[in-house]
């Protein structure tokens, strides 16, 4: 028999926990680190084609540049597996792989050159936000539960994920829209 949403809304539109379900915050840290750490190595195996994508020489190289950055913070994240002793086995990130499809997506979409580079940026850029939202989180998670040593580790990220972002955005405005915009007029 087909439920009805009043029948199966006994607990008032709540999402009914699974038996693993976190229960304090603690877990819950734990859970989103896991998730973290899937998102940078999704991203890792991803950068590479974006890098092949691109045209603009200060993109490639700030793609490339954002490699080696990204191995550091998978580092750090192993690390503060090691200090909280859990595995660093990561659980999949529906965010990142939908934001990576996106970026896939908008090359398809785009023209090899500056517009295409344009759209490599606007996707990167969602994919930094998104990684910024995350470890701010994680970081005040971590300052909850009086991790201090994690914590620092954490915030290295994030500073690295903001600067990502501004380098980014100043190659997006000191250049490649406009030359994606002069495409407009050929
Ligand atoms: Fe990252
Ligand atoms: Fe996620
Ligand atoms: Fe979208
Ligand atoms: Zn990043």
Redesign the pocket.
């Known amino acids: 028999m087909k439920k009805t949403d009043t029948q199966k809304g006994n607990n008032n539109g709540k999402v009914a926990a699974k038996s693993t379900a976190a229960d304090g915050l603690k877990e819950l840290f734990v859970d989103?680190l896991k998730?973290?750490i899937?998102?940078e190595r999704a991203l890792l195996k991803s950068l590479p084609k974006m890098a092949k994508n691109a045209s603009e020489p200060k993109l490639i190289s700030a793609i490339e540049q954002h490699v080696q950055v990204t191995e550091g913070q998978v580092q750090r994240l192993e690390k503060i597996f090691e200090i909280l002793g859990e595995s660093n086995r990561g659980k999949k990130?529906?965010?990142?792989e939908g934001l990576i499809k996106e970026g896939e997506s908008i090359m398809e979409e785009t023209e090899v050159g500056p517009v295409r580079d344009a759209g490599i940026i606007s996707a990167s850029q969602k994919i930094e936000h998104?990684e910024i939202a995350?470890y701010g989180t994680l970081a005040a998670f971590a300052k909850t539960l009086g991790e201090d040593e994690i914590v620092s580790l954490l915030e290295a990220t994030l500073a690295e994920e903001k600067e990502a972002d501004v380098l980014l955005t100043d190659s997006a405005y000191n250049s490649i829209n406009f030359e994606a915009s002069e495409e407009d007029q050929e």
């Open positions: 989103e998730d973290i899937y998102a990130c529906d965010a990142m998104y995350s």
